[in-house]
């Protein structure tokens, strides 16, 4: 599963935009500062596209794509931001962005800058994970198993892949219950194991891997 980072200090937008990308198969970190975004980088975390807003306290766009970009020469960085003047494009543009979208910006047409993106970087062409006899496409949300399609919510692909995506890593129940149902107080993390439920039973046949359950935690994929 890729990883965006989303760099925006409008709290509410920045929320927003991450489940958004979230719910359309990316996994996301959203920070508030340049600063908080670095911390997130330097931490280890890999980022596979930034979006980033200029105008943000502290360190701006500017200079955040500019540090960037002086480390890495490929990640895409996308500017999203309220300054639509001639000037702020050439000058992000000069400081190494790859794209650049004026607010109010259109989720939809986001997501279609991030795959032009994702293609241009030569990264979506991996966005299929095979385990054994199972292949899973993040940008069909197909399932097929010995090349039949197994039918899966978007919710249940998403699930799946995610867990697929980091085999032997537990997720909890709250974490999951964050980013796939973006916080709904209405659903308890007992939804979480119901959907598990669901997924084993889907995946019955499927002799590659196994959800396993943590006691007192969560679940983890387990290939075989």
Aim: glycine letters at 6%.
């Amino acid at each position: 599963m890729f990883r965006i980072l989303v760099v925006e200090d409008d709290r509410e937008l920045n929320h927003t935009v991450c489940a958004y990308l979230r719910q359309n198969g990316y996994d996301t970190v959203g920070c508030l500062s340049a600063n908080e975004a670095y911390d997130a980088m330097y931490g280890g975390t890999l980022f596979d596209l930034i979006i980033s807003d200029i105008m943000m306290p502290g360190v701006d766009g500017f200079e955040f794509a500019q540090t960037i970009r002086e480390q890495n020469q490929d990640i895409p960085i996308l500017f999203m931001t309220a300054r639509d003047d001639f000037s702020a494009k050439q000058r992000g543009f000069k400081a190494g962005i790859d794209d650049y979208m004026t607010k109010p910006v259109d989720l939809d047409e986001l997501l279609l800058h991030i795959g032009a993106l994702m293609r241009r970087a030569k990264i979506a062409n991996s966005r299929k994970l095979e385990i054994g006899k199972l292949v899973l496409d993040a940008d069909e949300r197909t399932a097929y198993l010995d090349g039949a399609e197994i039918q899966l919510t978007v919710r249940e692909f998403n699930l799946i892949y995610k867990l697929l995506s980091y085999p032997k890593k537990t997720f909890t129940r709250s974490q999951l219950m964050d980013e796939f149902w973006d916080g709904d107080t209405s659903s308890g993390l007992r939804t979480v194991d119901v959907y598990m439920t669901k997924l084993r039973n889907k995946f019955s046949e499927c002799e590659d891997f196994e959800i396993v359950t943590v006691h007192g935690l969560g679940y983890k994929a387990v290939p075989k």
